[in-house]
């Protein structure tokens, strides 16, 4: 784990100076160097996690895809969506928006004597092991994201911008970053005052999210993928997470519009498997049946409501869901 971090330092150190710092300079944000050094960081994560995605789930895909693709030009807002977030864009955009005002209320907090608390301290001396403590803060931001998924799914105003997510009815491994950016604000707020409140290091709060992606793009993923009975209950497979996305089942609970579901989990299906939210399906993955996803109101016998094509018709609509004005439901 150190001599990976260490690499990772290294690159993000060349890539820093031989791109970002001279474009900077000529852009005249030499003030801003310590913000661009991290954004790098954040663009270097995505270049090797698409570079992964194309070179290892891009070919799980076309090995044993689960429905053939149809709908390229949904799946082409999908590579948007992602471009967006794994290079950088909106993390550039939470640097010089949000993060300051998290990182100005931690230090409001910690100057009235309520200082940040150390998950490193559960277990001192074993911690100073980089891969243990990574465990942890991984475990950690995965109940904390567990329980954010089930906000999402439980609350009529947020499910409106997470519906944008669901909506996709052509999943592949660029779906997971299929977000509303309101939503995601959301979320990775949630994230950073989480990670100011235990005191993640900057490195290891990198690795936790570039890892959670990953694993989020396989989850997502067109393929039949079948991690065995105790493998299926150690990590979310394509399978399990294709359950949570299908019409009827994966956003309800009781019935038509009923808000709720199943397999809420990011990483570790632990989480549903004790809140009793966990759905394995029937029969074996490689002749279960393909479940239809997307959303039942979305369907023309559903009402055909309209989620938007492209990128900036789904922002749009998804704010107008919000605000109770959405279009596509007038006169009904």
Excluded: K
């Amino acid at each position: 784990m150190d001599a990976l971090l260490d690499a990772f330092g290294w690159l993000q150190q060349w890539l820093f100076e031989a791109v970002v710092q001279p474009l900077m300079y000529r852009a005249g944000l030499g003030n801003l160097l310590e913000d661009g050094y991290r954004a790098t960081g954040w663009l270097l994560v995505g270049l090797l996690q698409i570079a992964l995605m194309l070179l290892v789930i891009g070919r799980l895909e076309r090995w044993r895809p689960v429905e053939p693709v149809s709908d390229r030009a949904a799946v082409r807002t999908d590579v948007v969506y992602t471009l967006v977030h794994r290079l950088g864009l909106f993390r550039v955009v939470l640097f010089f928006c949000i993060d300051p005002l998290w990182t100005a209320l931690a230090g409001q907090l910690r100057l009235h004597g309520l200082a940040t608390w150390s998950l490193d301290g559960l277990w001192p001396g074993v911690t100073d092991v980089a891969l243990v403590s990574f465990l942890m803060y991984l475990v950690l931001f995965d109940f904390v994201d567990y329980w954010l998924h089930r906000g999402q799914h439980r609350f009529g105003w947020w499910w409106q911008l997470h519906a944008l997510h669901h909506s996709q009815r052509q999943m592949t491994m660029w779906t997971d970053n299929r977000n509303h950016l309101l939503d995601d604000v959301l979320r990775d707020s949630v994230f950073v005052l989480v990670a100011l409140a235990v005191g993640v290091p900057p490195g290891q709060f990198v690795a936790v999210v570039a890892v959670t992606q990953l694993v989020e793009s396989l989850s997502h993923a067109n393929v039949r993928l079948d991690f065995g009975r105790v493998g299926s209950r150690l990590l979310v497979g394509p399978r399990f997470h294709r359950l949570h996305h299908a019409i009827g089942l994966g956003h309800e609970s009781a019935g038509p519009g009923s808000l709720g579901g199943h397999n809420f989990a990011v990483l570790f299906p632990l989480w549903d498997l004790l809140f009793g939210t966990a759905h394995y399906g029937a029969g074996d993955v490689r002749s279960a049946p393909i479940e239809p996803t997307g959303i039942r109101d979305q369907l023309p016998e559903g009402g055909g409501r309209d989620y938007g094509r492209g990128f900036w018709s789904q922002q749009w609509l998804g704010l107008l869901r919000l605000a109770g004005r959405d279009p596509s439901l007038r006169g009904r």
